[in-house]
């Protein structure tokens, strides 16, 4: 990540790198989906993708309780991404080992998102 005089808080934060790399390599591997993609899928794995980061960087800034929220939607989003990418799979855009380097990772952001918001839920409801 690049560093800034500039910082933000929520940029401190593992799981928030890990997003930011996670939407890098989706983007990446979308470059070699067809033009025809464009539109469809390439466009729907690369908001996914990218809406984990963005939704966990904006939901660092309320309140615990619109963290959790925002952290669920960046938990919807991981799932999102596991059907596109297995979509991307089967249409021969992304091979067998990126499918599951793509599952490691997601998996991995999962169960950090999954933590957090546990974290998160306690403070809330003590």
Same mark, same amino acid.
């Given at each position: 990540?690049? =560093?800034?005089? %500039? @910082?933000? /808080?929520? $940029?401190? &934060?593992?799981? %928030?790198?890990?997003?930011?790399?996670? #939407? $890098?390599?989706?983007?990446?591997?979308?470059? /070699?989906?067809? =033009?025809? $993609?464009?539109?469809? &899928?390439?466009?729907?794995? =690369?908001?996914?993708?990218?809406?984990?980061? &963005?939704?966990?960087?904006? #939901?660092?800034? #309320? !309140?615990?309780?619109?963290? @959790?929220?925002?952290? #669920?939607?960046?938990?919807? !989003?991981? @799932?999102?991404?596991?059907?596109? !990418?297995? =979509?991307?799979?089967?249409?021969? %855009?992304?091979?067998? $080992?990126?499918?599951?380097?793509?599952?490691?990772?997601?998996?991995?952001?999962? /169960?950090?998102?999954?933590?957090?918001?546990?974290?998160?839920? /306690?403070?809330?409801?003590?």
């Amino acid at each position: 990540m690049r =560093k800034s005089k %500039y @910082h933000f /808080k929520f $940029e401190e &934060l593992t799981i %928030y790198s890990m997003a930011m790399e996670f #939407g $890098e390599v989706v983007n990446m591997q979308s470059k /070699k989906f067809p =033009k025809d $993609e464009r539109f469809e &899928l390439t466009s729907q794995f =690369k908001r996914a993708a990218d809406s984990i980061a &963005l939704n966990i960087a904006e #939901g660092s800034s #309320g !309140s615990d309780k619109q963290f @959790h929220n925002y952290l #669920g939607n960046a938990w919807f !989003s991981t @799932h999102e991404c596991i059907a596109c !990418s297995s =979509k991307a799979w089967i249409r021969n %855009y992304i091979t067998i $080992e990126e499918d599951e380097e793509n599952r490691r990772l997601i998996t991995e952001l999962s /169960k950090m998102i999954t933590t957090l918001r546990a974290i998160i839920f /306690k403070r809330i409801n003590n």
